[in-house]
Every structure is written in C-alpha cells, then in structure tokens.
C-alpha cells in the first residue's frame, strides 16, 4: 500500500530538548517535504527536499532542520523547540514532474504529528 | 511569484443542497491547481487537479471544480451535499514551471442534516 509514515503520532516535550519526528514514504517520490498546520494560518512549507541530498527552505524554516540521505526519509529535526512550535505537522511526497499524467504531481500526505513545546 | 486565496473560512449548506467552497489564484506561469480534503485527526487526501485540458474536472466522492482562467478561479463544487463531506477543504496551486504548491488556508465545510 502506497503510504507516508510520521512518527510519533503524538509528542509532548519540553523547551530545549531535541527532538525528530520520521517520515517515511514507499512510492519511491523524489519531492517531500514538511508543513505546519495552524489555527487560522493553513498549511505552511517548512521545508522541502527536490531528491537526495537536495533540501531547501520553506516560508518557515527558522528553529528547524532537515537531511535526505536516503530517498525514501525526510526527517524534521527541532534542535531546541519552543513553545512556539507546537502545531500540528504534516510530511508530503510526490512525484517531479512536469507532465500531467495520472498519479504524477499529487501530494500524498502523513497522518501527521501533534507536537505540544512546554 | 504564486498564490491561492481561499475567502471562505467556512462554508455552511444543508444536506441534498448543492455546495461550493471558492478558490482563486495567482501564478506567472500556467497554472496546476489542486483539491485536498482534511477530515479530523487525519492527513490530507488529494480530491481532483487541473493540469490541462477540459475545464471541467472530476475528481473523489462527487466532487468536481471548473478551471476559469480569465477569473483565475478553481471552484469546488458538489451538487448533493452529504453530512460526511464535512471537512476542511484546501486549495493549492503550482506554476508549472516550479515543483513547489502554496496552499490556501482551507474552507471549513459544514454539512446540516
């Protein structure tokens, strides 16, 4: 089954302490990349990655890291959170393309991660 | 530069009565527009894109949106609307000549028995 991972589902930490949340994705998509949701605010990019050792930033990358050393993993990295960010976060994949065939361009999406900074 | 605009924050219809959550956009190029849909506690689910061809595009569960390029819109439409299409809908738009979506900041859809 075609699917993105997150783990956790759910995450209550408090301020400093490093953390990452995993995503993982079986379709073989060369593009993933993360978004917080907030109240009132939508979905936001924090960062993407175009393939393997190729990452770049979103509109709100500050207070985040990633890596793409593997195709298939993308995790979101928080060297010292805070409350800030706690929100609710989203992996994407898909494929690279330009051509409008089927199946190509969609985002699939994680179940998501419910991160709460203390 | 692109962007999406979503002016509804909630849309509210009763059950059987046709709906329409609104989107418009921006973008240099020509445009790929998307349909996703957030039922609570879950991720998004692709509903329907345009990419090119017919305006008239028909995706998941009945829904479908017109492409409208001279009002750059890309509306959601249903004509029977049911009480478990209540969710968040968002709109998000590409250039084609990026890789890169921007979405809009959703539609909250409430279906009335």
């Known amino acids: 089954e075609a699917q993105v991972t997150q783990n956790p589902r759910y995450l209550i930490t408090v301020t400093g302490k490093k953390l990452t949340v995993t995503c993982s994705q079986n379709?073989?998509?060369?593009?993933m990349s993360w978004y917080r949701q907030d109240p009132g605010l939508g979905l936001r990019q924090i960062y993407y990655?175009?393939?393997?050792?190729?990452?770049d930033k979103g509109d709100v990358p500050e207070g985040y890291k990633v890596s793409r050393k593997e195709k298939r993993n993308f995790p979101l990295i928080l060297e010292s959170p805070s409350p800030n960010q706690t929100s609710l976060y989203f992996c994407?994949?898909?494929?690279?393309?330009?051509?409008?065939?089927?199946?190509?361009?969609?985002?699939?999406f994680g179940a998501g991660t419910r991160l709460s900074v203390l | 530069a692109q962007s999406v605009a979503q002016p509804e924050d909630q849309v509210n219809v009763a059950e059987g009565n046709p709906l329409t959550v609104k989107c418009t956009y921006s973008?240099?190029?020509?445009?790929?527009l998307f349909w996703y849909v957030q039922y609570p506690n879950r991720g998004l689910q692709f509903l329907l894109k345009?990419?090119?061809?017919?305006?008239l595009v028909k995706g998941s569960y009945g829904f479908e949106a017109e492409f409208n390029k001279s009002q750059t819109s890309f509306h959601l439409k249903k004509p029977s609307a049911l009480v478990s299409d209540s969710a968040l809908y968002f709109c998000?738009?590409?250039?084609?000549?990026?890789?890169?979506?921007?979405f809009g900041r959703g539609t909250s859809l409430i279906v009335h028995p």
């Open positions: 973008v240099s190029g020509n445009p790929y």
């Open positions: 998000a738009v590409r250039d084609g000549g990026s890789y890169i979506p921007t």
């Open positions: 345009y990419i090119t061809g017919d305006n």
């Open positions: 990655s175009m393939n393997v050792e190729v990452t």
């Open positions: 994407a994949s898909s494929t690279v393309s330009a051509q409008p065939g089927v199946g190509k361009n969609i985002q699939y």
């Open positions: 379709m073989n998509h060369e593009y």
